[in-house]
């Protein structure tokens, strides 16, 4: 009785673990964290900091989702529209990315 109990319960782990393996973690938004630091690497690290508030060449974006101007439509049209030297990506990234990108910041 106490092994088929122990190999219930070892059972039910591996399916546990099994069904879990391979997700992705998602954001608030949706997207992809891990796709979006991706994102944000290639195309955003150039010009902002990701760990920290320190100008690059533009401004560093950790706790970007806390300030309570950026939320996250005012984030999603600062990609599109760019603006202060920093070039429109609304051609350059698709919605995909972009919903990627901005559950990165979130995690900032």
């Known amino acids: 009785m106490r092994k088929t109990t122990s190999f219930m319960i070892v059972g ?3 399916l546990a673990g099994a069904s879990l393996y391979g997700q992705t973690k998602k954001g608030a938004s949706g997207g992809d964290v ?5 994102v944000f690497d290639q195309n955003c690290a150039v010009c902002h900091n990701a760990d920290s508030a ?3 060449m533009g401004p560093g974006l950790k706790g970007i989702s806390k300030k309570p101007k950026m939320t996250e439509a005012s984030i999603k049209t600062k990609i599109d529209v760019g603006g202060n030297g920093m070039p429109s990506y609304k051609d350059i990234l698709t919605d995909p990315e972009k919903t990627n990108v901005l559950a990165y910041l979130k995690t900032l």
């Open 12 to 14: 039910v782990l591996a």
């Open 34 to 38: 891990a796709k979006g630091k991706g």
């Open 54 to 56: 320190e100008v690059k």
